[in-house]
């Protein structure tokens, strides 16, 4: 029987990853039966354990495609606020110059369908099948939600790429989305709606919300705050404003901002005070030299940090006051002393510095990955009640973020486009190298424009994309199209 990529057969033998002890010790090798997998709630954590474990492994055989956390680096190269300052041995070059994800067939276009809809996969079985699990109805509300969570997050993320924008002034989105898969199968499906993906993000969203309580043990699982987190996320993307700064003002009231002195600890440690949602590196799941540090940090002791250090807009970075701790986050002059490199490394204008990890240099990428964070939320809540005109309460909002990054700050006073400037200038300092950048100018229908930067153009090649080009959409992976005739190519 022919199978679709990527849907229920591929899902499964990921299950074994990082479940726990006592259910590998009575489950086969290669796959887990579903029955097997779900039979009890103890069970199924484990499942879920391994659901959270595939989004961090190597996909395609390649070092650099790492699951989500290469997502995170891959949309942001994509834009025009992180640079890879030169040619060699970067493993997104391709990214950047906008060619991998407009090739059927590159790792970097099929990595996104793949992830997602192998989350996609898992959570559906899980959906599907903890109901009928021996356990605590608590227990089954927690495992469902999880999986709802997952779900939505990854169609969220899958939507974006591959669909065009959404356009609340155009509902419904007509245009074409992805297939919807909500039961296991391995049936190929047609694409559906961009408004149908939304919907049911949302249904699941919602859900979700009445299942799971903000009690968690691990900041590596989704708990009621993250899932507000990806209501405001959603909201947003959907310029639907009131929701957005109302589920952003819910899920960041448990969370504190971080010190100015915490702030230059590394972004590498779960613990912070300000992280909602996260990869926990533990040691015995190191991806090594395919790791999200292994490409971002400033200090791991690997070829393509040494070779090619990351590099933020210089014309971002000069706006930066000087009193504000995230100008520490990047070191303008090559030769400072104060750049933290592997030995060896070399040293370029406008470095990374925000991402590093314990040693000098680092021999483990045991770094955490910083899914979620309490300052986006600020941030989404500033942006959402500017855009309503609110500009008191989005003043507000930004100062108690900023003011938290530079005491200098004072409240603005400015309204209309002005205030909402300011706010994403905040934006693209503050969420530097965490996955925003590319969905932010697709979501807000604004052109790619790296000139008069320090863009190497040997590396970037690709200076301007207007708005609205058949370019801001991903392609479908030539192996979906050949294995699933009922898929349609977007616009080449």
Not at 4 to 19: D, K, S
Not at 24 to 39: N, R
Not at 132 to 138: D, E, K, S, V, Y
Not at 477 to 491: F, G, I, S, T
Request: net charge neutral; glycine share 6%; hydrophobic share 40%.
């Amino acid at each position: 029987m022919k199978k679709r990529y990527l849907t229920l057969v591929m899902a499964l033998g990921l299950l074994t990853m990082a479940c726990e002890k006592e259910f590998l010790e009575t489950s086969p090798t290669g796959s887990i039966d579903a029955g097997a997998a779900y039979a009890t709630t103890k069970n199924a954590s484990a499942a879920i354990n391994g659901i959270y474990r595939a989004m961090i492994v190597r996909y395609l055989s390649s070092q650099a495609h790492f699951g989500h956390p290469a997502m995170m680096i891959i949309l942001d190269v994509l834009g025009e606020d992180v640079l890879i300052a030169n040619t060699s041995n970067t493993g997104h070059l391709a990214e950047t110059r906008w060619q991998a994800h407009r090739s059927e067939t590159s790792a970097g276009n099929q990595l996104p369908y793949e992830l997602y809809y192998r989350l996609i996969g898992n959570a559906n079985i899980a959906i599907t099948s903890i109901d009928n699990a021996a356990g605590t109805q608590a227990e089954k509300n927690q495992i469902k939600g999880e999986a709802l969570g997952i779900r939505a997050f990854s169609y969220f993320n899958l939507v974006q790429l591959y669909g065009k924008r959404y356009n609340a002034a155009a509902k419904p989105n007509s245009q074409l989305g992805v297939p919807l898969i909500l039961t296991p199968t391995t049936e190929g499906l047609a694409r559906t709606t961009v408004e149908d993906i939304y919907t049911q993000i949302n249904k699941d969203l919602i859900d979700a919300a009445s299942l799971l309580t903000s009690t968690r043990t691990y900041k590596s699982h989704i708990n009621l705050d993250v899932i507000k987190g990806f209501q405001a996320r959603v909201a947003l993307t959907q310029q639907n404003w009131a929701d957005a700064a109302k589920f952003a003002a819910e899920a960041r009231k448990s969370y504190t901002l971080m010190s100015a002195a915490q702030y230059q600890e590394g972004f590498s440690d779960i613990s912070n005070p300000e992280w909602m949602w996260g990869f926990d590196h533990l040691e015995d799941q190191s991806e090594f030299f395919g790791a999200f540090h292994s490409y971002i940090s400033s200090n791991y002791n690997s070829t393509n940090i040494r070779v090619d250090p990351k590099q933020i807009n210089s014309t971002l970075y000069d706006q930066i006051p000087t009193t504000d701790v995230r100008s520490k986050m990047w070191v303008k002059t090559p030769t400072a002393t104060n750049s933290v490199v592997p030995t060896g490394g070399i040293r370029v204008p406008y470095m990374n510095q925000k991402f590093r990890l314990p040693g000098t240099p680092s021999t483990s990428a045991q770094g955490d990955v910083p899914y979620m964070r309490a300052a986006e939320m600020y941030l989404i809540e500033a942006e959402a009640q500017a855009r309503q005109g609110n500009a008191a309460a989005a003043a507000t909002v930004l100062f108690d973020l900023v003011s938290k990054r530079d005491a200098s700050y004072k409240l603005s006073t400015k309204t209309g486009t002005a205030l909402t400037d300011e706010i994403m200038f905040n934006r693209r300092v503050e969420m530097w190298g965490e996955g925003v950048r590319f969905t932010d100018l697709k979501r807000l229908n604004l052109p790619l424009n790296r000139n008069n930067t320090n863009a190497n153009s040997a590396v970037v090649v690709l200076f301007d994309v207007a708005a609205g080009d058949n370019q801001w959409e991903f392609l479908i992976p030539r192996r979906e199209l050949n294995a699933n005739k009922a898929m349609v190519q977007n616009p080449l």
